[in-house]
């Protein structure tokens, strides 16, 4: 394997663009994708093959070697059929990725186009940003605290479509499903599409 770039965007002396944007945004979206498509694609006899591996890594002062046999153990039962609890926590992973960099993102552009109020007069916007820091903070899935700012404002709630986080959730695991987070990015690139300039 060769070496990976670790910024997905290009290096630039301007603000970022909407196709830029939407461009980042569709990125986010093909690696949940591709990552929940995959695994799947993988028959049970190469998984078999695979355990019995090492992947390498290529890196400018050596090459790092893996085992896969760990992966393997892991990630499929003894007769190589997908692992439940492992394919939970990758989809998971992969979502939270997504809607972390997704807004993230989003934030960047309106920052610097002077569009930030735009995104936060959306009704579902203090919903992103609760979902970006529950999934970006500690062990990632549990509303650790409510925001400041909008406790300071009496807001208590945070609603998008039928689903709402709320001050009763403190010290709970939220849920929130990768349908869910596809709907989401979903709305956010309409957003982006129709709403911003």
């Known amino acids: 394997m060769g070496q990976t ?7 630039r002396r301007r603000p970022l663009t909407k196709d830029e944007l939407l461009n980042g945004l569709n990125i986010f979206l093909n690696n949940l994708l591709y990552g929940f ?32 046999g760990p992966l393997v153990k892991r990630a499929r039962n003894d ?8 394919k939970r926590n990758y ?23 002077g569009q930030f109020p735009t ?5 579902w916007f203090q919903f992103a ?23 300071r404002k009496g807001i208590t709630s945070a609603t998008w ?8 959730m403190l010290g709970q695991r939220l849920v929130f499903y990768p349908p869910d987070g596809l709907e989401l990015l ?6 982006v599409t129709v709403r911003l300039s």
Not at 119 to 123: Q, W
Not at 162 to 168: A, I, L, P, W
Request: charged fraction near 30%.
């Open 161 to 168: 479509r039928e689903k709402t986080f709320d001050t009763t």
């Open 79 to 86: 007769d190589y059929t997908a692992a439940e609890g492992f």
């Open 37 to 68: 498509v995959c695994p799947n694609l993988v028959p049970v006899e190469r998984w078999r093959a695979l355990s019995k591996q090492t992947a390498v890594f290529r890196g400018r002062k050596g090459d790092v070697e893996i085992k896969l």
């Open 119 to 123: 995104y936060k007069a959306e009704p």
């Open 186 to 191: 979903k709305d956010q690139i309409d957003f």
């Open 91 to 113: 989809e998971n992973s992969l979502l939270g990725a997504m809607m972390r960099e997704a807004h993230e993102l989003i934030l960047l552009y309106c920052r610097e186009t």
């Open 5 to 11: 770039v670790v910024n997905t965007l290009p290096g």
């Open 129 to 151: 940003r609760i979902l970006r820091n529950v999934m970006s903070h500690e062990e990632g899935g549990t509303l650790k605290e409510w925001p400041s700012d909008l406790l």
